[in-house]
């Protein structure tokens, strides 16, 4: 897998409290963290309220850190730490998972690769044995090596021809990004995957899949006490590695806008997508940024939702800003309904982001924002798995997961004047590169 109230604001002292009022309010303290010897961190946090609990393991490397001929490298261990290890063989990760009543994901990005467990809580002994086996002892065997290529393959293909998206995202990026590796897909080039070889690999894991590289996050109906007596049995022994190298190129500043068109028979109406430069997640600007993208396309009532798709424009729009560890990209999308042309439907988002820079946010509209972040936001702390990915997100996006507990403060500290301060710094038309996907060019 590759790679997403009405109440008002809510004090961090009481983030938890609310999902349940027969749960005790958790705060940060409540999170427990541990460091090995060997680096690698836990983040432990006791939920009681069902009988199950997740582990969450984020290892800091994604498509970023990889480099012409070897991309897609990141996303293909993703697969490969399914395939057999030294004590668990091929298939015996999912049998032993599913025999005791768990499961299990993974998933890719530019910046981390991120392995999911969910299992009742008296598995959890198996679970830290499962997964310390493959980061000590990955099999890297040739014949599963050549199938798995094979898969991966297969899904970069089956990806670009199925997703118009895909195809476009891929193309924008490419064209935005000159420098920085956030410019290849995060599945890899087709010549890239074809061409890896066995040394490459087995370089790549050594560097990059190290316990001092790694954030484990456990959630659930589990005791602190048992949880760092498992990880000093389990994974304590597992030798670091040499800290892997900084990544240290930074993109120029783009001096004007990029343009890209690409074809694709298949595609009925023009799908359009700006890619802004923005900045990391750690960056103050962040939270603003984000609910600019709330006001801009979320929801019916948001302005470009009402101008392209009210109008009869376009038959959707949205637009997203996510994690980065470095500065990438706002992105603005939209498909042109009918006989509309890709022209039509950027003069009329233009004119609305001009008009908001120009005027500002009202005060209903930016508390309407906020709400549909901290909505989503709490949403996701539901769950003892929402939990465990969302301190793991904190602690590696934002640079510690107690930040998490601070974000309600930060949403609303965001001011109408901060929104259009960074509509203003942002969405430029020098920042912006511009991709249109069509059957035939206008």
């Known amino acids: 897998m590759e790679r997403h109230f009405k109440r008002r604001v809510l004090l961090a002292a009481s983030l938890f409290g ?16 541990l460091t090995l010897a060997n680096g690698m961190k836990f983040l432990v ?14 290892w800091k490397v994604g498509s970023r850190n990889e480099h012409p001929g070897i991309t ?22 999912d049998r032993v998972m599913e025999a005791n009543g768990g499961a299990n994901n993974a ?10 467990d969910w299992f009742p809580a008296s598995a959890l002994a198996t679970i830290f044995d499962l997964e310390a086996d493959r980061i000590a ?17 297969s899904e970069r293909t089956t990806g670009l021809e199925n997703s118009p998206w895909r195809t476009l995202g891929e193309e924008v990026d490419g064209a935005a990004f000159r420098a920085h590796p956030y410019s290849w897909p995060v599945i890899g080039h ?14 790549y894991f050594d560097t990059y899949y190290a316990p001092n590289n790694a954030v484990a996050v456990v959630v659930g109906d589990v005791e602190v006490a048992e949880v760092k007596k498992l990880a000093e049995q389990y994974f304590a022994p597992i030798p670091a590695a040499e800290p892997p190298r900084p990544i240290h190129t930074v993109e120029p500043e783009q001096k004007g806008e990029k343009r890209l068109f690409v074809q694709k028979d298949s595609v009925s109406t023009p799908h359009l997508l700006i890619g802004y430069k923005t900045p990391a997640a750690s960056h103050p600007d962040y939270y603003a940024l984000s609910l600019l993208t709330s006001i801009l396309a979320e929801g019916n009532s948001s302005r470009l939702y009402q101008a392209l798709v009210d109008s009869g424009l376009a038959t959707m729009v949205g637009a997203d800003y996510e994690e980065h560890f470095d500065p990438y990209l706002l992105g603005i999308y939209a498909i042109a309904s009918g006989d509309t042309k890709a022209a039509q439907i950027e003069s009329v988002l233009y004119a609305e982001i001009d008009k908001l820079i120009k005027n500002g946010v009202s005060k209903e509209e930016l508390q309407k924002a906020r709400s ?7 949403k996701q702390l539901e769950t003892i798995n929402g939990k465990a990915n969302t301190l793991g997100t904190y602690e590696v996006y934002f640079g510690s997961y107690d930040k998490m507990f601070n974000a309600p403060k930060a949403y609303e500290q965001v001011s109408a004047a901060d929104i259009q301060r960074v509509a203003r710094d942002y969405l430029s038309k020098s920042r912006r590169t ?9």
Do not use: C
């Open 372 to 378: 549909q972040k901290l909505m989503r936001f709490y």
């Open 137 to 153: 002892d990955l099999n890297l065997d040739d014949a599963m090596v050549a199938s798995e290529r094979g898969v991966v393959a």
């Open 45 to 58: 946090l006791e939920d009681h309220s069902i009988p199950n609990a997740n582990f969450y393991v984020f």
């Open 107 to 116: 998933y890719t990005t530019n910046d981390v690769t991120v392995y999911t």
């Open 72 to 93: 897609g490298l990141s996303h293909f261990f993703e697969h490969m730490m399914f395939n057999g290890a030294k004590k668990y063989g091929p298939k015996q990760f």
């Open 190 to 203: 087709e010549s890239d995957i074809k061409n890896w070889k066995k040394s490459d690999l087995q370089s």
């Open 434 to 442: 511009v991709g249109i996907l069509a059957a035939k060019e206008d």
């Open 18 to 33: 609310l999902m349940s009022s027969a749960q005790a309010v958790t705060t940060a303290k409540d999170v427990q963290t």
